[in-house]
C-alpha cells in the first residue's frame, strides 16, 4: 500500500515537473536563430573572441550592464536567437568609455579582464569618399579629439592635419563613431581582420 500511494506521488511530481519545463523548453525553440550579430553592434571589452563561445559562456545575469556608468551595455532579447540575454554595445547611439568595470564582474569568463591598450572589439574604419577633410567639405577632427587612446588609434595625417587615419592601436571602443557629426556615418568598427569596400584605416 505504501509502495503503491509512493509510486503515485512519483509520477504526479514528475509529470508536474515536465509541464513546468514546458515553457522554457518552446520558448527556446520559438527564439529565432541568429548565427551573426546585426551590423555595428559590438561585443563588451574582454569578450571571447569566438561567437559561439562567447553566447555559451554568458548566462544573461546582467551585472556588466549594471555595473556600465556610461550605459552603453545593452541585452538582445528573445529575438536574438543564440545571442539572447547576451550584452553587446551600439556605438551610434552609445560608445563604450573603457572604464574596464565590466570586466571584473563578469562570473563566467565570458568577459575576460583585459589591459586596456590589449581590448579587441574590433577596429574603426574610415570611408575616405564620405568624411568631410578627406573629400574636402569642412574641417571637423571630432573623432581624432574623443578617442581615449590618442594617437596610438587615431590621428590626423602628416600632410593634412585635418584627415583622420586609423593606426593599429585602436580597440573598437566606438567613441568617434558616436561623437561623428556625418548623417551617414563615415566612420565605423569593424572585425579586425576585415576591411570594407571603400575604407581605408591609414
Known amino acids: 500500500m505504501l509502495r503503491r500511494r509512493f509510486l503515485a506521488r512519483l509520477a504526479t511530481t514528475s ?9 522554457y523548453g518552446f520558448s527556446h525553440l520559438m527564439t529565432p536563430p541568429l548565427e551573426a550579430a546585426p551590423r555595428g553592434r559590438l561585443r563588451p571589452p574582454g569578450a ?3 561567437q ?8 544573461g545575469c546582467g551585472l556588466c550592464g549594471e555595473v556600465c556608468p ?3 551595455i545593452r541585452f538582445y532579447r528573445r529575438d536574438g536567437g543564440r545571442l539572447a540575454n547576451t550584452p553587446y554595445i551600439e556605438p551610434e547611439e552609445k560608445a563604450c568609455s573603457l572604464c574596464e568595470k565590466c570586466m571584473p564582474v563578469c562570473p563566467t569568463g565570458a568577459l575576460r579582464v583585459t589591459p586596456r591598450e590589449d581590448i579587441d572589439m574590433g577596429i574603426a574604419q574610415i ?4 568624411c568631410y577633410p578627406w573629400v574636402d567639405r569642412g574641417i571637423c577632427g571630432a573623432c581624432v579629439s574623443v578617442c581615449p587612446l590618442g594617437a596610438s588609434a587615431i ?3 602628416l600632410w593634412n592635419q585635418y584627415r583622420p587615419v586609423i593606426h593599429s592601436g585602436c580597440v573598437g571602443c566606438g567613441q568617434c563613431v558616436e561623437v561623428c557629426p556625418h548623417p551617414s556615418r563615415p566612420i565605423r568598427v569593424v572585425a579586425r581582420a576585415r576591411t570594407p569596400a571603400g575604407a581605408t584605416g591609414s
Open 15 to 23: 509529470v508536474a515537473a515536465a509541464a513546468a519545463a514546458l515553457p
Open 127 to 130: 570611408d575616405r569618399s564620405a
Open 70 to 72: 556610461v550605459r552603453c
Open 48 to 50: 571571447l573572441a569566438d
Open 155 to 157: 590621428d590626423f595625417a
Open 52 to 59: 559561439r563561445a562567447f553566447a555559451a559562456a554568458c548566462i
